[in-house]
């Protein structure tokens, strides 16, 4: 039986009809409920923009979202802790084995993005006492804190529509990095 972990846009494509995952998802979960596959959502999906742009103000506000979308059941993978970006009672304290993780992973997804928000401000001449974090730097934070939480909870299929992780020169080396498989949605569900 595989584990599966679903990236935030799988959360996206169950939230919009009109997605062409929704389906494939729908059948991820389906085979998780029937105890055919073991499915994760990371907790950091939590921080990513929400629809209407508005960030979540605690984590009880991600719980309803996802168990109004069917998702209740499915085990909640836990990022690294960062401030203001992650959920203290749903984050872990990191040491330098999983920071170095987290670096080579950013090295591969994002290598133009500052890793640290120092860096990111050093890049892009903002203060790093601004208090609104740049969405560009949160995003490439999120996706990385997917990406380190699906390897860290040691999950076999990483599922994203997210073309940066599918890309020629990134997949193979995250796949490499987690000792796991990176699939589209439609290919994930033919797994199960």
Not at 19 to 35: F, G, M, Y
Not at 69 to 78: P, Q
Not at 138 to 161: I, M, P, Y
Request: aromatic share 10%; charged share 25%; with cysteine.
């Amino acid at each position: 039986m595989y584990t599966f972990t679903l990236d935030t846009n799988c959360i996206f494509a169950l939230e919009e009809s009109q997605r062409i995952d929704r389906l494939p998802v729908l059948q991820i979960v389906e085979a998780h409920l029937q105890k055919r596959a073991s499915v994760g959502l990371v907790a950091i999906s939590a921080s990513e923009r929400q629809r209407g742009g508005k960030p979540l103000e605690n984590f009880r506000q991600f719980k309803d979202r996802i168990a109004e979308l069917g998702l209740g059941s499915l085990e909640i993978l836990i990022p690294m802790m960062y401030w203001d970006v992650t959920f203290w009672d749903f984050s872990v304290w990191a040491d330098e084995t999983m920071e170095d993780l987290e670096r080579q992973i950013h090295e591969v997804l994002f290598p133009a993005v500052g890793f640290t928000w120092a860096e990111h401000c050093e890049q892009t001449g903002m203060r790093p006492s601004d208090i609104n974090v740049s969405p560009k730097w949160l995003n490439a934070k999120c996706d990385v804190q997917v990406f380190w939480s699906h390897v860290f909870h040691k999950r076999d299929v990483f599922v994203t529509s997210d073309l940066n992780f599918h890309a020629v020169t990134k997949k193979e080396r995250l796949e490499s990095l987690g000792n796991c498989r990176i699939e589209m949605p439609s290919v994930a569900a033919t797994l199960c």
